[in-house]
């Protein structure tokens, strides 16, 4: 028979002992994890009187190169999306803008609702430079005034020399709201109204 030294003994039982006490205690936390979450708490709905609103959204139809007079032409989607989950909102008018700052097209004939989560898209197809390199657009909404703002961006994608290209404008809401009627637009300027594109092709 092996007899071990009592210090080492002592040192042997006190590992075993830890050994155990850190395999009971990983069983509750393992048991944690499998317990569902509760749902987060949810808030109030808006109450607030109607308010107006209305967000700059910068884009890009295409970028200059430096081989003059060539650029590149890119793809745009316009992303308006409604971030309250308990209150609908209504886009009124969304307007695309050239460069020089008069408007190129006007996407919506009439008010559009926007359920909670919604989103809308419209898009510049990428052979469509009405726009420039300095676009934009006006999105024009109502809601109540205590509802969340807006998220809009703009996505653009296209190739670029022998690469290709993509990024992503913020929109930003404007503390004051324009005059939608005064940028003159004639008819012919009027996107297809059932698609929300524009320049699609078939």
């Not at 886009?91 to 989560?117: A, E, I, W």
Request: hydrophobic share 40%; net charge negative.
């Amino acid at each position: 028979m092996v007899y071990l030294p009592r210090q080492l003994c002592i040192l042997a039982i006190f590992s075993a002992s830890l050994l155990m006490a850190g395999c009971t205690d990983s069983e509750p936390q393992l048991a944690a994890l499998e317990v569902e979450q509760e749902p987060p708490p949810t808030e109030g709905a808006p109450v607030g009187a109607t308010r107006l609103r209305s967000v700059y959204v910068p884009a890009y139809s295409h970028l200059p190169r430096a081989s003059k007079p060539h650029k590149s032409l890119l793809s745009i989607l316009l992303s308006v999306r409604n971030v309250d989950s308990n209150s609908a909102v209504t886009l009124t008018h969304v307007d695309y803008f050239h460069t020089s700052g008069h408007r190129v097209r006007r996407y919506l004939k009439g008010p559009r609702t926007l359920r909670p989560l919604e989103t809308a898209e419209f898009q510049v197809d990428t052979y469509d430079d009405a726009g420039g390199s300095g676009a934009n657009f006006l999105v024009f909404w109502e809601g109540p005034s205590d509802a969340h703002p807006l998220l809009t961006e703009s996505i653009m994608w296209g190739a670029m020399g022998p690469g290709f290209v993509s990024f992503v404008s913020r929109g930003v809401e404007l503390d004051r709201r324009p005059d939608p009627e005064v940028f003159m637009l004639d008819e012919s300027d009027l996107a297809p109204p059932a698609s929300d594109k524009a320049g699609a092709r078939p």
